[in-house]
């Protein structure tokens, strides 16, 4: 059993660590990230960050409450705050589109922060150390909330996908390579609940922040899956073109003669010699 539990630990880390380059290829495949929605990076940010510290307070500290936290679950938070910290730096880099981080975005992200850290501050002000249930600890909340932004983080890119008719843009290998993580991640869940035996009650000593975390992913994949597949499937690789390969017509951006000339290739140069020789 024990050897079942590293095994599927390790799956899942690779799986679910392996699905986030497939959205940094997106974006530089197409040299955009128009097909991101931004609600949805900004809040992967705050969520991975709450996770991070969720894991590592629950591994290495002592009583905080964060129940079956492994060294996979270590790798995986550190590793997928930082693929997604460089996913934002592309969205710095390349062209948006029409995808922006909206007002409510902003403010939900505002408001979780606030309240992540006014509860803590509070926990210790009031000495609550002894007076709560260990699942209403700090480091609890914080896993808490890292399950709540996935609920909200997801519709966005699910509303994003609906509004362009495709899931150009939008990675498929994350969406499979994320089920995958889910399914091993639940798995390693039941096989540590089956070592410790089944006399005590299942919820108990149970990661309840990963169970969940697993759940929602497996959900919104299985609604992503639905967009690509059935939904959209024409459109899911021919939505959008590379940005800087994308037409534009004169009509939408006027430019002088200096600028055409400024930009002309050796190809065009070729032509307009030509064309002018003939006249």
Sequence with gaps: VHGGIEISGWIYVIAWSLSFYGQVYENWKYKSVEGLSLDYLLLNVSGFTFYSIYVLFGYYAED???????????????????????????????????????????????????????????????????KVSESLQPIPVLGYMKVLISIIKYVPQVYWNWH???????????TLNDMIGSIFSVAQLFLVKYEDGFDKPFSEDLNLSKLLLSIVSLFFDLVFLIQHYIIYPKSGNTLILPYHLKPTMASDI?????????????????????????K
Excluded at 81 to 88: K, R, S
Excluded at 164 to 174: H, L, N, Q, V
């Design 64 to 130: 905080t409450g964060a129940n079956q936290v492994t060294m996979q679950d270590i790798v995986f938070a550190l590793h997928a705050l930082l693929i997604t910290l460089i996913t934002c730096c592309q969205c710095c880099y390349y062209p948006r589109g029409e995808s922006h981080v909206t007002k409510f975005a902003i403010i939900l992200t505002l408001l979780l922060w606030i309240g992540g850290m006014g509860y803590w501050e509070s926990f210790k002000y009031f000495n609550l150390q002894n």
């Design 164 to 174: 362009r008719k495709g899931t150009a843009g939008w990675s498929i290998f994350f």
């Design 254 to 278: 006027p430019v002088s003669y200096t600028h055409l000339r400024a930009h002309e290739t050796p190809e065009h140069l070729v032509c307009r010699l030509l064309l002018e020789k003939k």
